[in-house]
C-alpha cells in the first residue's frame, strides 16, 4: 500500500495500487481496472455490464468475477492477520 497519507490519516485516492481482473468468455476478453477500496464500486460496474445488451456478459460471468474478489479479499485478509500474529 502508498506510503503518502494525507493529514485525516488516508491513503489518497489515486495513491491506491490499481488492481486488475481479466475474464475470458468465447471470443471476447474482459479487462477490469480498479483501486485498492473501490471493490463496491467495481461490483456495482459489473453489475451495470451484465445489464446491458450489449456485450455477451451476464449475470452469471458477474457472480462468477465476484466470487473471485471475495476469494482474493480473504487470502489479503488472512495475510494481515497473520503479520499481525493473529489466528
Same mark, same amino acid.
Given at each position: 500500500m =502508498?506510503?503518502?497519507?494525507?493529514k485525516?490519516?488516508l491513503? %489518497?485516492p /489515486? *495513491?491506491? %495500487?490499481?488492481?486488475?481482473?481479466f475474464y475470458?468468455?468465447?471470443?471476447? &476478453?474482459?479487462?477490469?481496472?480498479y483501486r485498492?477500496? @473501490?471493490e *463496491?464500486d $467495481?461490483l456495482e =460496474?459489473? /453489475? @451495470? /455490464? =451484465?445489464?446491458? !445488451?450489449?456485450?455477451? $456478459?451476464?449475470?452469471? @460471468?458477474? *457472480?462468477i468475477?465476484t466470487q473471485?474478489l471475495?476469494?482474493s479479499? &480473504?487470502?489479503?485478509?488472512? !495475510?494481515?492477520? =497473520?503479520e499481525?500474529?493473529?489466528?
Amino acid at each position: 500500500m =502508498a506510503d503518502a497519507y494525507d493529514k485525516r490519516g488516508l491513503v %489518497p485516492p /489515486l *495513491a491506491r %495500487p490499481m488492481r486488475h481482473e481479466f475474464y475470458h468468455k468465447g471470443r471476447e &476478453i474482459y479487462r477490469f481496472s480498479y483501486r485498492w477500496g @473501490d471493490e *463496491a464500486d $467495481f461490483l456495482e =460496474a459489473l /453489475l @451495470d /455490464l =451484465a445489464r446491458t !445488451q450489449k456485450t455477451e $456478459f451476464d449475470l452469471i @460471468d458477474a *457472480a462468477i468475477i465476484t466470487q473471485r474478489l471475495v476469494e482474493s479479499l &480473504i487470502c489479503e485478509a488472512k !495475510q494481515l492477520l =497473520a503479520e499481525r500474529g493473529k489466528p
